[in-house]
């Protein structure tokens, strides 16, 4: 398994700023990525954070709002840019150890956007 | 591309037996997940079917059909702390990660 931790856990933010979100693992994982929960949703995929190269990112999610970084197999971070109050959300880190496609979650980071 | 359907809300008595039905059509598919998250608190794992049938884990229990495109997760002598939502999701080929339906939202009622 795998235990994840996020900071912040929770936040308000004022429109136009950027906030980054970190995501720690406790163990070398193979692939990490990150969703976008929205109030009374489900969890939609923003994109896949690659260890060392640029996050591929899923239809209607873009570097420029949502930059990525991965710089080693335990760490990410997601930041959000520019920030409305449509983007007020839960964002989760989520890792998987391959094999047979589990995810392990982190709490979550509740944004507000004010 | 990937289409999961599951019920957006049940009600069921504690003590009770309660069935959450999901539905999939998935261009390729290597697995059916199903996760339990509490309002407020992360998703964690439940159960995991790659192959037809019934795979039972104390209270809970997932069943897969791969010719329908069907699931179920089955939970039994329901109690007050299941009230969450039941996330069902699809595993695609390759290193694609899961694909979550919009979750089916149980209330556990006396």
């Known amino acids: 398994s795998a235990v994840i931790s996020q900071k912040p856990s929770r936040d308000i933010c004022q429109r136009g700023t950027s906030l980054t979100i970190q995501c720690q693992v406790d163990?070398?994982?193979?692939?990490m990525f990150w969703y976008r929960q929205q109030p009374g949703q489900s969890l939609t995929l923003i994109a896949t954070?690659?260890?060392?190269?640029?996050?591929?990112?899923e239809s209607g999610f873009v570097i420029d709002k949502f930059p990525i970084s991965r710089p080693n197999l335990t760490f990410s971070t997601l930041t959000v840019s520019n920030m409305s109050p449509e983007d007020s959300s839960i964002y989760l880190c989520s890792a998987g150890l391959g094999g047979t496609g589990e995810l392990f979650f982190g709490e979550g980071s509740r944004l507000t956007v004010l | 591309g990937q289409n999961i359907d599951q019920p957006t809300e049940m009600t069921a008595t504690e003590g009770a037996i309660v069935q959450i039905n999901c539905t999939y059509q998935t261009s390729g598919f290597n697995g059916l997940f199903w996760y339990q998250q509490h309002a407020g608190e992360a998703p964690t794992f439940l159960s995991y079917?790659?192959?037809?049938g019934l795979e039972e884990k104390g209270r809970f229990s997932s069943f897969l059909s791969r010719s329908k495109g069907y699931s179920y997760l089955l939970l039994k002598e329901l109690q007050m702390k299941d009230s969450a939502s039941y996330l069902c999701?699809?595993?695609?080929?390759?290193?694609?990660?899961?694909?979550f339906g919009k979750g089916t939202r149980l209330s556990v009622i006396a």
């Open positions: 163990s070398q994982v193979t692939m």
């Open positions: 954070a690659n260890q060392g190269s640029e996050a591929t990112y």
């Open positions: 079917n790659v192959l037809d």
């Open positions: 999701a699809a595993l695609p080929p390759g290193n694609t990660p899961l694909v």
